[in-house]
C-alpha cells in the first residue's frame, strides 16, 4: 500500500521552488565528485550553503548518478524513505502495543494523513526527517528491553542532524529524554544510552569543527554562521515566517480529514490512560513538540510533520479499542455528524472550484470518493456499525491514490 501511493505519478508535475534548490544542489554535487569539501559544505555561485547539512541532496545526487536528472530522481529518495517511515510506524506500534492490529491501525491511520501523503512525495527535508525520527524513536522503545539499542537510536539521532540540523536534533533528543525519565528513568544511567547519544552528535560536533581544523579566520567565521544559521529560527522569523502560535494547531485542523474528527477523543483517552507506556509516547511526543515549535518565531508546514506518528499511534490504540466495544454502545453523534458534514463540503469545494477550472477525470473521481466515502462511514457510524473504520480507511487511501494520479495544480487548491 505505501510503495503505490509514494510512486504513483511521482515525476508528474514541475518541481516546486524548494524542491527545485534542493535538485540545483544535487546537481553541483554531482559535478564535484572528487571534491570532498564541496560534498561536505556544498556552495552555490560562491556561498557556503550552511542552513542544514547536505543528507537529502547526497541521496538525490546518486539517484541522479544512477536514473539521470529529473523529477522522478528528484523525489524518488524521499519517496522511498516515506515507504520506510510506514514500516517503521508498524514497528514503532508493535514495541509498545501487545496487540497487533493496533499496530495495523496505527500505520494505516499515519500512511492516509494528507500531510504524510503530501510532504512525503516531495523533495524537502521534511519528509526525509520524518523518516529518521520515527527510526529513532522505534530503536529508543527497543532500548527499552535490550539497552544496546540505544546505540542505533543514537544513529537515528545523527540522520536527523544531517537532515535537518541541531535544532530539530535537540528537540527530538528533549522528547525522548523526557519520555524516558517519565516511563523508564532506569535506562538514563545506562552506558549505552550515553554512548548512543555521542554517537547521534558525533555528526553534529563534525560538521562544526571541521572548519577550524583549517585553522584560518574565514573557517571561524564559517563555523560561527553555521550556528547561528542553525540556531535562528528559534527567535528569527526566517524568510518572513511569522505566525501566530496556533498556526500549526490550525495547519493540522485544515488537513487532517477525517482523522481530526477523532483528535479530542484520542488525546483525552491517552490522558486517562497516562500510566500505560503507549500514553505517555503519545503524551510527550505529540504534547511537548507541538508546543515547541509553536515557541519557535519561524513557523512552516513542514515543521508538524512528527507530531503525526504520534497521532497516528494514539488513533490506533483507541480504534482497536472502539472496534471491540459491546454490540449495544453507542457511538458519539458528533462522529456521524462531523463526517456528513465533511462530505458536503467537499462537494461545495468541488463544486465551486469546478465551475472555474475544467479538471481532469481523476481529479472528478477525487471529489466524488471523497464525500461518498465520508456520507456511508457516517451512515455506519449512525448505525453503531464498526464497519465505519472499514470504510474509512479504504475510502482515504483510495481517494488519496486517485488524488496523486491527478492534475497535480488540484494541490494548489488544496493545499
Not at 515547541?292 to 494514539?314: C, E, N, Q, R
Not at 475544467?358 to 453503531?384: E, K, N, Y
Amino acid at each position: 500500500l505505501p510503495i503505490l501511493l509514494f510512486s504513483i505519478n511521482l515525476g508528474s508535475g514541475s518541481l516546486e521552488e524548494v524542491e527545485q534548490s534542493i535538485s540545483h544542489l544535487a546537481t553541483q554535487l554531482l559535478s564535484a565528485k572528487g571534491e570532498f569539501g564541496q560534498w561536505l559544505y556544498p556552495t552555490l555561485e560562491g556561498e557556503t550553503l550552511i542552513e542544514h547539512p547536505p543528507l537529502l541532496a547526497w541521496l538525490i545526487a546518486v539517484a541522479y548518478q544512477f536514473g539521470g536528472v529529473n523529477e522522478w530522481t528528484t523525489r524518488l529518495p524521499s519517496a522511498i524513505l516515506s515507504v520506510l517511515s510506514v514500516l517503521l510506524v508498524y514497528g514503532l506500534a508493535t514495541e509498545i502495543f501487545p496487540c497487533r492490529q493496533k499496530a495495523i491501525f496505527s500505520s494505516l491511520i499515519y500512511l492516509t494523513f494528507l500531510p504524510i501523503a503530501h510532504y512525503g512525495r516531495m523533495a524537502i527535508l521534511d519528509g526525509a526527517n520524518l523518516c529518521f525520527v520515527v527510526l529513532m524513536m522505534w530503536c529508543v522503545l527497543r532500548s527499552r528491553r535490550d539497552s544496546r539499542w540505544s546505540l542505533p537510536a543514537g544513529i537515528g539521532l545523527g540522520l536527523i542532524f544531517l537532515t535537518k540540523g541541531i535544532l530539530v536534533a535537540f528537540l527530538i533528543t528533549a522528547i525522548a529524554l523526557l519520555f524516558l525519565a517519565w516511563d523508564t528513568p532506569r535506562l538514563l544511567t545506562s552506558t549505552y544510552w550515553w554512548l548512543g547519544l555521542l554517537l547521534g552528535y558525533s555528526p553534529a560536533l563534525a560538521w562544526y569543527t571541521v572548519p577550524l581544523l583549517v585553522q584560518d579566520q574565514r573557517a571561524v567565521t564559517t563555523t560561527k554562521a553555521i550556528l547561528y544559521e542553525s540556531l535562528r529560527p528559534i527567535w528569527t522569523a526566517v524568510d518572513g515566517q511569522n505566525r501566530l502560535p496556533w498556526y500549526y494547531l490550525g495547519e493540522m485542523l485544515k488537513f487532517s480529514a477525517p482523522w481530526l474528527l477523532f483528535f479530542s477523543y484520542w488525546l483525552q483517552q491517552a490522558w486517562k490512560n497516562r500510566h500505560w507506556g503507549w500514553a505517555k509516547l503519545v503524551l510527550v511526543w505529540a504534547g511537548g513538540y507541538l508546543i515547541a515549535i509553536s515557541l519557535l518565531a519561524t513557523k512552516l508546514p513542514g515543521y508538524v510533520l512528527p507530531v503525526y506518528p504520534a497521532l497516528a499511534l494514539a488513533g490506533g490504540a483507541q480504534l482497536t479499542d472502539i472496534w471491540h466495544w459491546p454490540s449495544g454502545k453507542s457511538y458519539p453523534r458528533f462522529w456521524s455528524i462531523g463526517l456528513s458534514l465533511l462530505g458536503v463540503a467537499t462537494i461545495t469545494v468541488m463544486l465551486h472550484f469546478g465551475i472555474r477550472k475544467a479538471f481532469d477525470l481523476s481529479s472528478w473521481l477525487f471529489f466524488a470518493c471523497v464525500p461518498l466515502t465520508m456520507v456511508i462511514a457516517g451512515m455506519l457510524v449512525a448505525r453503531q456499525d464498526r464497519q465505519f473504520m472499514v470504510i474509512l480507511f479504504w475510502g482515504t487511501y483510495i481517494s488519496l491514490l486517485i488524488l496523486m494520479s491527478s492534475d497535480p495544480e488540484i494541490w494548489q487548491l488544496l493545499i
